[in-house]
């Protein structure tokens, strides 16, 4: 992480209006051989008493904010060791103009061959960004910070806002949420803990505050309003649904808290959209309702334990909706299913349009992922779905998310995605109009569609020989397959049907 040093000063409008607009009573002075000179002699107050009382009361609360959160605000120091691949010109040289027998059977008897050879080397970077202290037991402090801050440190180190410095811990880290958790002992029981807010109340244009060590300036407060909500982080590898502030983020905010106006965390300020890498007012924090549970997670086991579904997602076109006749409803389709998981034993079937998970209604598949992802392994939740455009319930009993099932593609039934014969489509791929069916959007490796040859492009017309004429026939039909499936395969105004997979 690079510290920049840039500094940057100017007045916001509220500032302009906390100081009062001033103006001058001036008197000229003619001085020989000069010009006029106007001096000043006093000064009016523009603003009316009563409004003024209105803009001082509006600065204390903000000071009190301020005041009450930033002993809670900690800056985060670390330190990352990293391993490079390095060459020795002159051992390159040896080895190939001289031979030099017997040294690659005296490396292989090395026990430390890499360092023998100076094939790698250590360094160490250092990074900074910012954390607020969430909780404590005992002696213990717990920060709350970014996975990118701290996720891959060899040495943390954390500062508090009267500038005592205490070693921290890694306790937990998580890639998928970007969020980390670090501890750090200390007998000093007046160390305030923030309190923590309820980030499903936040509405677009309330008052927020990020606090932290943007550009290492640290113990800072930036001022703004909530820009919107719900923003998604596909785009950066986060499942989170991110608030969006114009309060003024920069580099070393990362992992600091968003305050309301009631002093509470509502999210974790995490990253920016910037063409010049400084704040352009686009930031955006993780909502903390969806961290609450991962704290308690971290310092349980370590990690965040997900719940396991087992669908694999993807997000619907009106092309999709009007095909599955699923009206305006949001939602998210489960486009294939792992075999033996959770969902194929609670009755999901690849075709299911997913609006409602536990309870809560669901706008999209990163909604799906994030409600799942929360619940706990055992818990059996009902899902609501539209399937063949009815309303259907299903409960299925959560299992704990394991990285070796989940992305084992020989489990994922079909295999593959389909999409609507759209006009665009038929240009595409050169069909004629008489040809119904679907058409294949992509084939994962290894999955039972790989094991049948198919290939993206392929228009499927029948599935164990019955006849599909778009996405509501085909969902319709692969939800009957049990024990083994064939597909018709439309080409060159002809008909190939496939091999037959046993399950």
């Known amino acids: 992480m690079k510290l920049w040093t840039k500094r940057i000063f100017g007045i916001s409008g509220a500032a302009l209006l906390t100081f009062g607009v001033l103006s001058f009573s001036c008197s000229r002075t003619k001085v020989q051989g000069s010009a006029a000179t106007a001096y000043a002699e006093s000064k009016s107050q523009m603003i009316p008493a009563d409004s003024l009382k209105i803009v001082e009361a509006l600065q204390d609360s903000f000071r009190a904010i301020s005041d009450g959160l930033l002993p809670s605000v900690v800056e985060v120091d670390v330190t990352e060791t990293k391993t490079v691949q390095t060459m020795d010109p002159f051992e390159d040289f040896r080895k190939f103009f001289f031979g030099m027998p017997g040294f690659e059977e005296e490396d292989e008897k090395s026990d430390d061959k890499d360092k023998k050879k100076g094939n790698t080397r250590e360094y160490e970077t250092k990074g900074l960004g910012s954390g607020v202290i969430v909780r404590r037991t005992g002696k213990t402090l717990y920060v709350l910070t970014n996975n990118h801050v701290a996720g891959a440190a060899t040495k943390i180190s954390i500062k508090l806002n009267d500038e005592r410095e205490f070693e921290g811990k890694l306790i937990g880290a998580d890639a998928r949420m970007d969020i980390a958790l670090v501890s750090f002992e200390s007998d000093d029981k007046t160390i305030p803990v923030a309190a923590l807010g309820d980030s499903d109340k936040v509405r677009q244009g309330d008052i927020c505050f990020a606090m932290g060590a943007p550009l290492g300036y640290s ?285």
């Open 219 to 503: 113990q800072s407060v930036t001022q703004g309003i909530v820009s919107a909500k719900g923003r998604s982080g596909s785009g950066i590898g986060n499942i989170n649904d991110f608030i969006q502030t114009d309060a003024a983020i920069n580099q070393g905010n990362s992992g600091g808290p968003l305050v309301n106006i009631y002093g509470e965390v509502i999210g974790i300020n995490t990253w920016i959209a910037s063409q010049s890498g400084g704040s352009q007012g686009l930031g955006f924090s993780i909502p903390i309702n969806n961290i609450k549970n991962a704290i308690d997670s971290f310092i349980t086991n370590g990690k965040i334990v997900y719940g396991w579904l087992g669908v694999s997602l993807m997000p619907v076109t009106k092309d999709y909706k009007d095909a599955l006749g699923v009206g305006e409803k949001e939602g998210a389709l489960v486009s294939q299913v792992f075999i033996n998981s959770p969902a194929q034993k609670g009755g999901m079937r690849p075709g299911d349009y997913i609006t409602s998970v536990d309870g809560h209604k669901v706008k999209d598949l990163e909604q799906v992922q994030r409600e799942v992802g929360k619940l706990e392994a055992g818990k059996v939740v009902l899902f609501k779905v539209i399937r063949n455009e009815v309303e259907t319930e299903l409960s299925v009993k959560i299992e704990e998310r394991s990285e070796k099932v989940s992305s084992d593609n020989g489990k994922l039934w079909p295999g593959f995605m389909v999409a609507p014969i759209t006009d665009e489509a038929k240009k595409q791929f050169e069909l004629e109009d008489s040809v119904k069916g679907v058409i294949v959007a992509n084939v994962l490796a290894k999955s039972p569609a790989a094991s049948l040859r198919l290939q993206v492009g392929d228009v499927i017309t029948a599935v164990n020989g019955k006849s599909v004429k778009n996405l509501k026939d085909f969902y319709a039909e692969i939800s009957k397959v049990e024990r083994s499936v064939n597909f018709d395969i439309y080409s060159n105004g002809g008909t190939i049907t496939t091999g037959t997979y046993k399950f």
